[in-house]
């Protein structure tokens, strides 16, 4: 007995010095960020200007180095040109479209950061000049739309970045009118947890990063002068950015598709990007799972062609992104950047009347501020052939290269229908072979023509008939329809087995989409022998006499014969073969949408598609083999 107590006393002596070095650690740390920080989310900033993403040193090193570095020569040249072909622009004016202010408050950025940047770039005042004279015309809106809070944040923004890079140019009383308008007319509004417009601090979507990264900006470059403001919205920050770094994980899959990725993602790039310079710090929030493996997993649904899977909210085009540079920086990793060169070309060769309205470069200086040397052709991508990522909208993608443009790619996913936008694209795919695209997503054109009416479309679909918009239903996706009917929009599909080898393959759960269709649908994909695609599709409990469809959107040319099926596209030939079901055959229809006010068109767009009826069992099983070339399956 006595020597059991002794070891008991002997466990809670050394339980007691480990809690002891717990606490004694949390007191030094909270969460990766330093203890006075924790306390004081403005302790450590550094005092003076500018501290938002670059120093004096590094406006330094940017003028050196463009003169050893023609592509980055090229970058500064395209800035400078572009600030000087917004001279003689008239000043901004308070004209929302819609409910939206969103447009001013980008040309704002567009202007503010080129003239600031090229201010630095060549010492020429009158960029300055013109930098001051814009934010104190903008100072004087009578409010940011905060109704519509992207608009605050995006003008915060170019507030911040003005008056930081811009700080030894403006004289006291300028300095005073724009901190009181970064306060009053952004930090203040954004502050207030009692608006309804501020359901962003909650949002695990890009509003989130948006909203929380210009107003963090705001408070950073004002912090010493108006630190009590600052310290409310850096305290709020760094609890609320949590909710938007979520959906990154676990794996760097952005639910709402590449588009939105490069969205929210460059806000939190500049976010972080603007702790460490003007704190030291990144709050740890770097290391939120998924979000550095992100930029990654953006490269990954990039097909040979240079094009993105554009699942969701995604466009169909690679997008220059600025914060995929950040990363190439951040992780040391150039092959990050290989699909960047395309786009960054098309910006540098873009004429300067053109480039002047197109504000989705509005924050093309980044690209300069974090430079990397683009990769060669020999840069060798330290990424799988074979992947998947989980996550809201989880993603498996196979492919045969990554450095042959002619390679077979195949991406498909699972996912909820009901996340933001509503698409119901569970179980669709996309197929690139030969440099042809040959099964398509339509993508998010729909929402676009839907917003630009003004109109909001998540309270547009929830009206049952409205959801028939014709590209976010899986009418319009590479999936199946049963019966005519939705997907659930409360179901969520998953990869629930994934193989690697040379011969890989993915199983996706389908069923919860079709709850109250059928009891089980399951679809397999396979990359088989001769880059065959082989996708299976077992469905059980359909209620005898329903109608199954199988969809394969496409631009290609089709030529029918029974079970069999002949694309052709840009000289390329793609073989598609129906296996099973015996007596099933392919038929075309056209992808043009109907004649509505909101859908657009799809030009030289038809579906392949297979219709079966569900026998007596209520099972089926449909196998399709597709094969790039001209030798069938």
């Not at 993403?53 to 572009?82: F, N, Y």
């Not at 630095?120 to 009578?142: C, I, Q, S």
């Not at 609320?240 to 959906?247: D, E, Q």
């Not at 085009?317 to 990793?333: C, D, G, I, S, V």
């Amino acid at each position: 007995m006595p020597s059991l107590t002794k070891a008991v006393l002997r466990i809670a002596i050394t339980l007691a010095v480990s809690v002891t070095a717990v606490c004694e650690a949390q007191s030094t740390s909270t969460n990766g960020v330093d203890s006075a920080q924790a306390a004081d989310p403005l302790a450590g900033l550094k005092p003076g200007h500018p501290r938002l993403l670059v120093s004096d040193a590094d406006w330094k090193a940017l003028r050196e180095r463009q003169t050893s570095d023609p592509e980055l020569a090229r970058v500064a040249a395209r800035i400078e040109a572009d600030a000087k072909s917004l001279l003689n622009e008239p000043p901004l004016v308070y004209k929302k479209e819609g409910k939206r202010l969103l447009d001013i408050s980008r040309q704002a950025i567009q202007r503010i950061l080129l003239w600031s940047v090229a201010y630095h770039l060549t010492g020429d005042r009158v960029y300055a000049e013109h930098a001051k004279r814009e934010l104190l015309n903008l100072a004087a809106f009578p409010d940011w739309n905060p109704s519509h809070f992207l608009d605050t944040a995006e003008m915060t923004t170019a507030f911040a970045l003005g008056y930081d890079w811009l700080y030894d140019e403006l004289d006291p009383q300028s300095r005073a009118t724009i901190r009181r308008a970064i306060v009053e007319k952004g930090l203040q509004p954004g502050l207030d947890a009692t608006a309804g417009y501020n359901s962003w601090h909650r949002s695990a979507n890009n509003w989130n990063q948006v909203c929380f990264g210009g107003l963090t900006l705001g408070a950073l470059a004002i912090g010493d002068e108006e630190p009590a403001p600052a310290r409310s919205l850096l305290k709020l920050a760094r609890t609320g950015i949590a909710a938007g770094l979520r959906p990154y994980a676990p794996d760097g899959i952005y639910p709402e598709g590449p588009g939105y990725w490069g969205y929210g993602t460059v806000y939190q790039t500049m976010m972080l990007a603007a702790l460490q310079s003007a704190l030291g710090t990144q709050w740890n929030l770097d290391s939120s799972p998924g979000f550095l493996s992100s930029g990654a997993a953006i490269l990954q649904v990039t097909g040979p062609s240079g094009n993105p899977f554009n699942f969701f909210d995604g466009g169909d085009r690679t997008e220059l992104q600025p914060a995929m540079f950040w990363f190439a920086k951040q992780l040391h990793e150039p092959g990050l950047l290989r699909f960047q060169q395309k786009p960054l070309t098309e910006a540098l060769t873009r004429s300067v009347e053109s480039e002047k309205a197109y504000h989705e470069n509005r924050l093309f200086v980044l690209i300069a501020l974090w430079w990397s040397d683009l990769p060669d052709q020999n840069t060798t991508l330290k990424l799988p052939l074979v992947w998947h990522g989980g996550g809201p909208n989880p993603v498996g993608v196979f492919r045969t290269s990554w450095s042959d443009t002619n390679a077979l790619f195949l991406a498909f996913k699972g996912g909820a229908a009901g996340l933001s936008h509503g698409h119901m694209d569970a179980g669709s795919f996309i197929l690139e072979a030969d440099g042809v695209r040959w099964a398509i997503d339509l993508g998010r054109q729909d929402y676009l023509s839907i917003e630009s009416k003004g109109l909001d479309l998540w309270s547009y679909g929830q009206n049952s008939d409205r959801w028939r918009v014709f590209r976010l239903n899986n009418f319009s996706h590479n999936t199946l329809t049963i019966g005519n009917q939705l997907h659930r929009v409360d179901g969520a599909a998953r990869i629930t087995e994934f193989h690697d080898g040379p011969n890989p393959s993915a199983t996706l759960d389908l069923s919860p989409v079709f709850a109250g269709q059928a009891s089980r649908v399951i679809r397999r994909f396979q990359l088989g022998t001769g880059r065959t695609v082989f996708i299976r599709d077992e469905l059980t409990g359909l209620t005898p006499g329903t109608n199954v469809r199988w969809a394969l959107v496409t631009k290609a040319g089709v030529k029918l014969a029974g079970d069999r099926a002949t694309l052709t596209q840009d000289g390329k030939m793609l073989q598609a073969r129906l296996l099973s079901p015996a007596d099933a055959t392919f038929s075309v229809i056209p992808a043009d949408p109907p004649k509505d006010d909101f859908n657009a068109a799809n030009p030289d767009t038809r579906i392949l598609v297979v219709n079966v009826t569900a026998p007596a069992s209520g099972q089926i099983q449909l196998d399709v083999a597709l094969r790039p070339g001209s030798t069938e399956p």
